[in-house]
Structures are given as structure tokens and as C-alpha cells.
């Protein structure tokens, strides 16, 4: 342990190397000085506080010492002593302010040390980080964003992820308006790199990334469809519809259902549910009795959401499997079974929609008859026990009392 009166000499010689770096009006020729401040860095207490003020600070002069400063930077952020390791946190930011080609150095480290314990040391963290992205959003983000999507040791690297999302979430997606300049330019970029971490996130990443990502003036009201198109592809991704579905998969299930809801926003200003729909027609509805008894009326409920804002074509190819299933829970005899109503409900209100998009199906699935001058309308076919079977059906429904 370094003894008081060579702690005050130690301290004496960074000051007297300080002032002479700040006088030299070719600061580069004080090698000298600047070594026996990297060399401080394995002295006392003090005199390595001191030492993380002053590396940073004329660090920009001496690049042929920059290997050599950094790692004794990088040292004292190690030090058990709290108020060095602060010190050494706070000039990190100092690093980068002129020579750029730093930036992703030392966002990677200040994103590794989210994970600190201290608040004061958490929070000169944070402020450091602040300070780069200010720097230079967009390779700071970039290097951020790494944390996301590159976990090598997943043992190791959870704990740094999370902490860089609550990062992302708190302090950066807030203040979006203030960073993400150039606009359009950096709302693109952020974008990209979001796209980029959602190979393996949770539902609630996923939401949280959702949303942020609908706040963007880039996807705001007057976007184009193109824009509208990618928000669409991001959700059917990852609702995995490329996947061959599975009725055991529950996570699949969970996720489908979430997406669909989450994609409701986006159909109403104009975005094809096509892909959604054509999911469901070949792999969902077939296998509906199958599906766990609490997620059939959230799938109901999506659908029937959906449905006002179909294309005719798409309303035209699900509009047989919805009858089929209507007819199923709206049974033409007395079964012993009681009718579930909710679901009822929900059929014929996507009926109802689907129908009015593709009104020259009706006649050959249910017999109702709509002129619309199209040969598919086929009035020259009697399909009366349909309208029959299909009047009768509906018509013990409304005669049924209100509980």
C-alpha cells in the first residue's frame, strides 16, 4: 500500500505532466509526460483517478501511444477501488471525440458495463453512452446493437443483452426525435438494425420493437405502401407463416395469434393480410378443434377483426372454410351439446364481411343469391336446400332466449 507522502508525490508529477501538456503548444513533442501518465495508471489510488482525467484528455496527440493508453484505461475500469473505476467510465466518451475510428471500441465496453451493480457507476455509465451516441448515432447504435444479435456464450452474454435493450428501450428510443438525425436517413438505419435483431427475441422484444418502429415518421399516416408492405413482412417473419404448421407447437400458436392482432393496425390503413389469411385457410382452420380450447376464441377474434379489410380474392378462398366451421358450431338439429355463442358471434361476423367482399360465393355455400352479373354468381343452379339448411341454422339461433 502506496504510504501518504508518495501518494502526494506521485500526484505532484501527474499534475506537473498536465501542465505542461496543457502549455505546449506542440503538445505531441511531451512524450515523456504522457507516458509517466499511462504509467500512473499502476500507482495509488489517487494518483490513478488522476490518471483516468488526464489519458483521455491529451490521448488525440499521441497516436503511436494509443494501444498502450487505452489498455491502461481499460485497466483502471477494472480496479476494484468504485471511485476509480467512475473515473475511468466518465473519460471513456473523451476517447472518441476525435478520433471517430473509436467509437465502436468503446461503445462495446460501455456495453458491457451496463451490468454494473453500483448506481453511481450504472449511471456514469449511462451518461457516457449518452455522450457517444451523440458523438456519432450512427456507429454508436451499430455498435450497440451488436450486443443484440452477436451472443457468442449465451451463458456470458444474457445478462449484457437485456441490460443493452432496457438501454435502448430507456434512453435511446425516448429521445429519438434528438438523435435520429438526419431523419429519414437514421430512421432507416435504426430500422435496418432492428430487422436484424429479431432472429431470436421474445414476444415482448418483439412488441417493444413493434412499436417503436410504428412511432417512426418513415411509418407514420402518410407513408407509402411500400413502407406499410415491410412493417407487414416484419410480422408475417415473425409469425414463421413460411413454417409448416404444427397443432402441438403452443409457442407457435401464441406468437401466430399475437402477430395477427399486431398486424390489425397496419390492414386497416391499406396492407394486404394475404399471407395471414392464406396461413390460416391451409394450415389453421382445418386443424381448429385442435388448437387449445383457450386460444380458439383469441383466433376467432382476430379473424373476425380481419376480416372487413380483406381483398375480395383472399375473402373469396377462406369464405368455404368459414362456412363449414360456422355450420359445425351451428349445428341443424339438437346435438345435446350447448352452442357456444361467442364463437357463433364471431363466425358470422367475418361471414358477414367476407361475404360482402365476395358476394358471388354465397349462392353455391349457402344459397343466398346476389346478383352481381359475374357466371360465378350461377343463378342457373338450384342450390335451395343450401339457403334452406343454412336459414334454418341460423334462424333457431335467434329464436333462442337471452340468458
Known amino acids: 500500500m502506496t504510504d501518504a507522502s508518495e501518494e502526494a508525490k506521485q500526484i505532484e508529477k501527474l499534475y506537473e505532466f498536465g501542465e505542461r501538456l496543457n502549455e505546449a503548444k506542440d503538445k505531441s513533442q511531451n512524450v515523456k509526460d504522457y507516458e509517466g501518465i499511462i504509467d500512473a495508471t499502476k500507482t495509488s489510488l489517487k494518483a490513478k483517478q488522476l490518471a483516468a482525467q488526464l489519458i483521455p484528455r491529451f490521448f488525440k496527440f499521441f497516436p503511436n501511444l494509443s494501444s498502450r493508453a487505452l489498455n491502461a484505461h481499460f485497466d483502471l475500469i477494472e480496479e476494484e477501488d468504485l471511485a476509480v473505476r467512475v473515473q475511468a467510465i466518465r473519460g471513456l466518451p473523451l476517447f472518441c471525440k476525435d478520433t471517430k475510428e473509436y467509437i465502436s471500441k468503446i461503445v462495446d465496453i460501455l456495453g458491457q458495463l451496463l451490468t454494473a451493480e453500483e448506481n453511481v457507476e450504472r449511471d456514469a455509465v449511462h451518461k457516457a453512452l449518452m455522450s457517444v451516441l451523440r458523438q456519432d448515432v450512427k456507429e454508436s447504435l451499430t455498435a450497440l446493437f451488436k450486443h443484440i444479435w452477436n451472443v457468442e456464450d449465451p451463458s456470458q452474454d444474457d445478462t449484457i443483452r437485456d441490460k443493452v435493450l432496457c438501454f435502448i428501450r430507456d434512453k435511446v428510443f425516448p429521445l429519438k426525435a434528438e438523435l435520429l438525425r438526419p431523419q429519414e436517413e437514421m430512421e432507416r438505419h435504426i430500422t435496418d438494425l ?168 354465397t349462392n353455391s355455400l349457402c344459397g343466398y343469391k346476389i346478383v352481381t352479373g359475374q357466371p360465378s354468381d350461377r343463378l342457373g343452379e338450384d342450390f335451395s336446400e343450401y339457403y334452406k339448411d343454412f336459414t334454418e341454422r341460423t334462424w333457431k339461433r335467434k329464436r333462442l332466449p337471452v340468458v
Open 194 to 361: 432492428i430487422k436484424k435483431s429479431l432472429g431470436d427475441v421474445t414476444g415482448a422484444e418483439f412488441r417493444m420493437f413493434m412499436d417503436f418502429l410504428k412511432s417512426l415518421s418513415i411509418f407514420g399516416e402518410r407513408a407509402p405502401p411500400e413502407c406499410m408492405k415491410e412493417l407487414i413482412g416484419i410480422i408475417e417473419g415473425q409469425a414463421d407463416l413460411d413454417a409448416q404448421f404444427d397443432v402441438s407447437d403452443a409457442d407457435h400458436i401464441d406468437r401466430l395469434i399475437s402477430c395477427l392482432f399486431m398486424a390489425l393496425p397496419f390492414f386497416v390503413r391499406g396492407a394486404s393480410g394475404s399471407k395471414f389469411l392464406n396461413y390460416l385457410n391451409k394450415h389453421i382452420i382445418p386443424v381448429f378443434d385442435k388448437l387449445p380450447e383457450e386460444r380458439k376464441l383469441d383466433l376467432l377474434k382476430a379473424l373476425a377483426e380481419i376480416s372487413p379489410y380483406t381483398t375480395p380474392q383472399d375473402s373469396r378462398q377462406i369464405l368455404p372454410s368459414i362456412v363449414q366451421l360456422l355450420k359445425k358450431y351451428m349445428p341443424r338439429r339438437k346435438t345435446g351439446e350447448e352452442t357456444n355463442f361467442t364463437y357463433v358471434e364471431c363466425f358470422l361476423f367475418s361471414f358477414h364481411h367476407l361475404a360482402h367482399k365476395a358476394p358471388n360465393a
